[in-house]
């Protein structure tokens, strides 16, 4: 096998460090060839769909790539902007505002934002930081609760990139943050302000994305950190269990995913009479296609279908000061001993002050936890 090729060993050059945030990845266009394209990458990836390739390939290319695209690529063209797709533009504006969070407190590090299927994809963005002279990388998936069919995902195509380069750098992985205090506390300021804007429901729904129940059976933590995320964000609300209800969505395929599914759950709180919910989804750090769509317009119609009157959709974290603190945060603790402040007499002393703060203020917002 030949490695890729890559600038020579210079000595004295320091040791650049960066951040890449990565999200699942989104169509270049909201066509059926771009929408066919996109999901060709993402649903042919083995952690994505399980089922053993002799059997899945003939189902996905006769079948699903078929007829898919074009009904996924009306969808798309619901929410697309001028901007283009909210889940890539979001994601672009977390990087950056990252990066200037971390300038702010003198930490030089380069945020790339970078997307697991379609563009900008991870092996471009690695190769660039690369020829950058970047030697540090810190892995940050958008994804704050931990899946198989996500974050692994994520990791597979860093080892692979790396299988292909002689100089490999070094590398942080952050695998979750679904009970980080900052990100719950983001969540919880988000309800907050939505309550106060609109009136605040009779439940509130927290949707998090599905995935194959046999997953959980065979050792996937992610419904366990759902559970976990729902439950601090619970608590942090100060709301009784009863009026908070965790669903899944975004079910694919016949087979059993988590339960109980959105929709359903949804519309048998209309039958039961409840008239007033807001909804929102705290697996999902930007607006995307299965929120914007599918809850905020189909779960919603379904909502009103049998009778519901009002549905608050509460809007994902996007840009949120709240939450780019604790991306900021995360980012810290994970940057820990990469000494990235600037200037180097203080520096270590500075990234211990510095962590020591963020540790007393992560402290005082989750005492319980
Ligand atoms: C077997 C299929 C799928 C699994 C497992 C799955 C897990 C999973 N996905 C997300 C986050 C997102 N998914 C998005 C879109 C999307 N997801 C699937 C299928 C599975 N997801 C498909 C086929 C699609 C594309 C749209 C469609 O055709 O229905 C998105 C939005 C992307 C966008 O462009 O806006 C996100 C985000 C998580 C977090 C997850 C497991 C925990
Ligand atoms: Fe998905
Ligand atoms: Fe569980």
Same mark, same amino acid.
């Given at each position: =096998?030949? /490695? ?22 989104? +169509?270049?266009?909201?066509? +059926? ?8 990458? /993402?649903?042919?990836? +083995?952690?994505?769909? &399980? ?6 390939? +003939? ?22 902007? #001028? ?19 971390? !300038? ?64 490999? #750098? &070094? ?40 995935? #194959? ?5 065979? %050792? ?17 609300? %100060? ?12 079910? /694919? ?8 599914? @959105? ?8 039958? !039961? ?6 909804? =929102? ?15 905020? =317009? ?5 909502? @009103? ?27 810290? !603790? ?5 000494? @990235? ?9 500075? &990234? !211990? ?10 402290? @005082? ?5």
């Amino acid at each position: =096998m030949a /490695f890729r090729p890559e600038p020579a060993y210079q000595h004295g050059r320091k040791a650049g460090t960066a951040i890449v945030l990565c999200n699942l990845g989104t +169509p270049d266009a909201p066509t +059926p060839e771009a929408v066919r394209s996109y999901l060709r990458e /993402f649903l042919g990836d +083995p952690r994505v769909v &399980e089922i053993p390739p002799m059997l899945w390939k +003939p189902i996905l290319h006769g079948i699903i790539l078929r007829t898919r695209p074009a009904v996924s690529a009306k969808k798309y063209a619901s929410i697309w902007t #001028p901007e283009g797709s909210p889940l890539l533009t979001w994601t672009l504006r977390q990087a950056e505002l990252l990066s200037q969070w971390l !300038q702010e407190r003198g930490h030089d590090v380069e945020v790339r934002a970078a997307m697991r299927y379609g563009k900008p994809g991870l092996d471009a963005t690695l190769d660039a930081l690369k020829a950058d002279g970047v030697q540090r990388i810190l892995v940050l998936p958008a994804y704050p609760q931990y899946s198989g069919t996500t974050t692994a995902s994520v990791l597979d195509k860093i080892f692979q990139w790396s299988a292909e380069v002689r100089s490999v #750098p &070094e590398w942080r992985f952050v695998n979750r943050y679904h009970d980080h205090p900052l990100y719950i506390e983001a969540l919880a300021r988000s309800v907050r302000r939505h309550w106060e804007a609109n009136g605040q429901g009779e439940r509130l729904v927290l949707s998090f994305h599905g995935v #194959p129940e046999r997953t959980h059976t065979l %050792g996937d933590p992610y419904h366990c950190e759902c559970r976990k995320t729902a439950r601090l964000l619970t608590e942090a609300l %100060g709301l009784p269990p009863d009026r908070v209800l965790m669903t899944f969505q975004s079910r /694919f395929g016949k087979a059993k995913w988590l339960e109980p599914y @959105t929709e359903p759950s949804v519309v048998a709180l209309a039958q !039961q009479g409840v008239r007033h919910i807001d909804v =929102m989804c705290p697996g999902f750090t930007s607006d995307c296609l299965e929120t914007l769509e599918e809850i905020n =317009m189909e779960v919603r119609h379904a909502f @009103t279908e049998v009778g519901g009157e009002r549905y608050g959709y509460i809007p994902c974290l996007n840009d949120d000061a709240t939450w780019i603190e604790a991306l900021g945060d995360i980012s810290l !603790q994970h940057l820990a001993g990469w000494n @990235t402040l600037k200037g180097n007499a203080e520096a270590a002393r500075g &990234e !211990q002050e510095a962590l020591a703060a963020s540790a007393a203020r992560a402290r @005082t917002l989750g005492a319980t936890q």
